[in-house]
């Protein structure tokens, strides 16, 4: 009797005591932030990284009956960055709107809160940048871009020194203005996101084990799209007509979109050079609302002007 009252007590403290608790307890997680370094250079922090890890394939034989893993690759690496950004990447992405292939080694660690290095780090090795993906301009949210980069190969490794590093938010344009002589777009609302980037492809070096080596293919220059009110788009459809009308290419015209600071300077400047209209659209309304239209502009070039750097993108045609 005594046995079972002893074993009763022990089980009662067990699952209403410290002893129960003492080994589902795990240490809360430790916030961390990751440092980014490009050939060595710190580059501050980045937020929302993802990628880097090996991924197989999946080969179909037999009408896709049988199933077999492929070539393992290291999969792209995404992250994203205040903008302007470090002058590293400020770099590669002059080379990226140039088509010019400069690789860089990234290492992304994680460091805590008080700047301590924790245990993991990412390198990737012999990287190209993809893409530079521009946010849609109409708020007065900081100005952040996310960067993707693809490595010949990524691997994990210890984490290096800390370097100097914050995570800064960004300029916050106060506003905008798009300017296309001869046409008035003095009450644009908002321009769409866009991403200038490139097809970066793997050649395979025989390895069955996913040795490869990267290439990258041609610029891509993205379409523009900008909003305004349909009071104000007489300009536009003007131009489009005249467009439509004359032979191809003939009515093509160049444009600047600068985002300004407080007080009305301009801190970032995209150029774009010979532009063409492609549409000039109704924006659907939920409700009732003031009429607004869309344009979308083709363009061929985009430089990108920042303190201290110029930038320039071309569409580039096969000889």
């Known amino acids: 009797m005594n046995h079972l009252l002893t074993t009763a007590v022990v089980a009662a403290s067990l699952i209403g005591g410290d002893l129960c608790a003492a080994p589902l307890t795990r240490d809360a997680p430790v916030p961390v932030s990751t440092v980014l370094t490009v050939d060595g250079v710190s580059c501050g922090l980045v937020t929302k990284w993802d990628g880097g890890d090996m991924r197989a394939g999946m080969i179909l034989e037999n009408g896709l009956v049988?199933?077999?893993?492929?070539?393992?690759?290291?999969?792209?690496?995404?992250f994203e960055v205040?903008?302007?950004?470090?002058?590293?990447?400020?770099?590669?992405?002059a080379d990226l709107c140039a088509g010019r292939q400069k690789?860089?080694?990234?290492?992304?660690?994680?460091?805590?809160?008080?700047?301590t290095p924790e245990v993991h780090a990412l390198e990737v090795h012999n990287a190209l940048l993809?893409?530079?993906?521009?946010?849609?301009?109409?708020?007065?949210?900081?100005?952040r871009v996310t960067l993707v980069f693809q490595g010949d190969y990524a691997q994990s490794s210890a984490p290096p020194p800390p370097l100097p590093g914050a995570l800064r938010n960004g300029f916050v344009p106060t506003s905008f203005g798009f300017e296309i002589p001869g046409v008035d777009l003095s009450r644009i609302s908002r321009v769409e996101a866009f991403t200038i980037k490139r097809k970066v492809a793997f050649d395979d070096l025989g390895d069955s084990k996913g040795a490869t080596m990267t290439h990258a293919e041609q610029t891509e220059i993205p379409n523009i799209l900008v909003?305004?009110?349909r009071e104000h788009s007489d300009g536009l459809a003007a131009w489009r007509d005249a467009s439509f009308a004359a032979s191809p290419g003939s009515n093509e015209k160049n444009g600047t979109l600068n985002l300004?600071?407080?007080?009305?300077?301009?801190?970032?400047?995209?150029?774009?050079?010979?532009l063409g209209i492609l549409r000039l659209s109704v924006v659907p309304n939920a409700g009732p609302a003031p009429r607004l239209m869309q344009a979308e502009?083709?363009?061929?070039?985009?430089?990108i002007t920042v303190p201290e750097i110029k930038t320039e993108a071309t569409r580039r045609t096969s000889s």
Do not use: W
Not at 82 to 93: Q, S, T, Y
Not at 297 to 303: G, L, R, T, W
């Open 297 to 303: 502009f083709y363009c061929e070039n985009i430089s």
């Open 227 to 229: 909003t305004l009110p």
């Open 103 to 115: 690789r860089a080694n990234l290492v992304l660690a994680d460091v805590s809160s008080g700047g």
């Open 130 to 143: 993809a893409e530079v993906r521009f946010p849609a301009l109409s708020s007065k949210d900081p100005l």
């Open 260 to 274: 300004l600071d407080g007080s009305a300077r301009a801190i970032v400047t995209f150029q774009f050079t010979n």
């Open 82 to 93: 205040p903008f302007p950004c470090a002058k590293p990447l400020m770099d590669l992405i």
């Open 66 to 78: 049988l199933k077999h893993q492929g070539m393992a690759q290291s999969a792209p690496v995404s």
